[in-house]
T-cell receptor, first 114, second 111 residues
């Protein structure tokens, strides 16, 4: 049983470009949350998707958008990249309403904006 | 002030020492998580607590809901325990499944 998977592992982009990150949840999970972790900091909540809709959103600008597909996988899109968007992007999956909402994390995508 | 504060930020110890990492939070919570993050980024969930104490191998986690405080203990520490340990809480007010993270404690165990 595969856990949470993310792709790509690493990515280098230039300021102003757009990027798409992908996440496949753990088997049986229906909810995907995205987090941004800057170097030396704890992760910050970006948003959460359930039933193909954004259910909760953290304090991130509209340049950050997402999508969830019928198979529960999810994408995170960032437009007009800034240097400050360089970070590790983590995806976590869970079962909505499941026991104590335990979240399982993927390995992350490290984005470098130059 | 962050909603979740961890101490210390960095901790270096010798193999075999007893380790304590502390987490204080300022909001009502439904659960508290202790997570481990190795270089390279992947996060592993160690414990999820809503009350009392949990033990897994050499790791022990406790929580005091009234004092809004949790501790993670490592007994007989080993160099392979070297990692960043992160405390995260699920706030009651905001509901759903959002986690609010502390800044992490970087633990280094020297042989």
């Amino acid at each position: 049983d595969a856990g949470v998977t993310q792709s790509p592992t690493h990515l280098i982009k230039t300021r102003g470009q757009q990027v798409t990150l992908r996440c496949s949840p753990k088997s049986g999970h229906d909810t995907v949350s995205w987090y941004q972790q800057a170097l030396g900091q704890g992760p910050q909540f970006i948003f959460q998707y359930y039933e193909e809709e954004e259910r909760q959103r953290g304090n991130f600008p509209d340049r950050f958008s997402g999508h969830q597909f019928p198979n529960y996988s999810s994408e995170l899109n960032v437009n007009a990249l800034l240097l400050g968007d360089s970070a590790l992007y983590l995806c976590a999956s869970s079962l909505f309403g499941g026991p104590a909402y335990e979240q399982y994390f993927g390995p992350g995508t490290r984005l470098t904006v130059t | 002030k962050n909603e979740v504060e961890q101490s210390p930020q960095n901790l270096t110890a010798q193999e075999g020492e007893f380790i304590t990492i502390n987490c204080s939070y300022s909001v009502g919570i439904s659960a508290l998580h202790w997570l481990q993050q190795h270089p390279g980024g992947g996060i592993v969930s160690l414990f999820m607590l809503s009350s009392g104490k949990k033990k897994h191998g050499r790791l022990i986690a406790t929580i005091n809901i009234q004092e809004k405080h949790s501790s993670l203990h490592i007994t007989a520490s080993h160099p392979r325990d070297s990692a960043v340990y992160i405390c995260a809480v699920r706030p009651l007010i905001q509901g759903a499944q959002k986690l609010v993270f502390g800044q992490g404690t970087r633990l280094t165990i020297n042989p």
